[in-house]
Every structure is written in C-alpha cells, then in structure tokens.
C-alpha cells in the first residue's frame, strides 16, 4: 500500500468514528462504507472505544478544581458525600484530590487520615512527623 492509500484509509477511519459521534444509524453507515456485517461491528466498536478514550481525556483536561478551595472546604467541615457533590467528584476522584492535596504539602497525612485510604509510605510519615511532635513537647 503506498503513502496515499495510506492517508486515504486514514482520512476514512476518522470520518467514519466522526460518523459514529454523530449519531450515523448503523445501516446507514454500512451503505456509506460498504462494510460487511462482520467488519462493521468490529470497526464500530473500535470507533465506540476512540470516541470513549478522547471523551475521558476531554473530560481530564477541562476539570481544573482548586486544592486550596477544596482544602477550605475540608477545613470548614465539609463532609466527603457534599465535597463529591460539589465538585462532582466519584469516590476515587476525591481521594486523587486528597492526596494531591497531602504532595503538594497543603496538608500532612494526618490532617487528612480519616478521610483518605492511606497508603503504608504516607502511614510511615505519618508516625514520623508524631514523633517530631511528641519530642518537640518534651
């Protein structure tokens, strides 16, 4: 196949998922790409799994949510259940936001412990920055 048949069938792919985006009834797209029904199912649904992927990786690249905003909203006693709510996080969501939170040195570990699955380095740092406090009051 040469560089041309080779960006034709390219171009054609890509018409053919923007097809399927755009709602395109199944029938109506096996006419315009002359596809058998076996080719036509696996090719939508190789379609269905691109339009998904760039779906997910528009929806992680427009959210933007503010650690400190969420970490206020922590800190004036808000609860897990109304800050998924509020930023319309799922439960992993919030927890990568905690633990964003606990890297980016806004919050230790311990402030966010009862809140967050912690894992055994951040259990470790957590003990360690206890016994930092208790020799600091002896």
């Known amino acids: 196949m040469n560089k041309r048949n080779i960006i034709a069938e ?5 018409e053919f998922v923007q097809d399927v985006k755009a709602g395109m009834n199944d029938a109506a797209l096996q006419t315009k790409y002359g596809l058998s029904s076996k080719k036509f199912y696996f090719y939508k649904a190789t379609a269905m799994d691109i339009i998904a992927k760039q779906q997910q990786e528009n929806a992680k690249s427009r959210r933007k949510i503010s650690a400190k905003k969420v970490l206020g909203d922590i800190r004036s006693g808000m609860e897990d259940d109304q800050l998924m709510t509020k930023y319309d996080l799922s439960p992993r969501q919030l927890q990568t936001v905690l633990r964003q939170i606990i890297n980016a040195g806004l919050a230790t ?21 206890m016994g930092k406090a208790i020799r600091e009051l002896d």
């Not at 390219?10 to 890509?14: E, F, K, L, Q, S």
């Not at 570990?109 to 920055?129: D, Y």
């Open 10 to 14: 390219g171009t054609r792919a890509h």
């Open 109 to 129: 570990p311990m402030e966010m412990s009862g809140r967050l699955s912690i894992t055994k380095s951040q259990v470790r740092e957590a003990f360690v920055e």
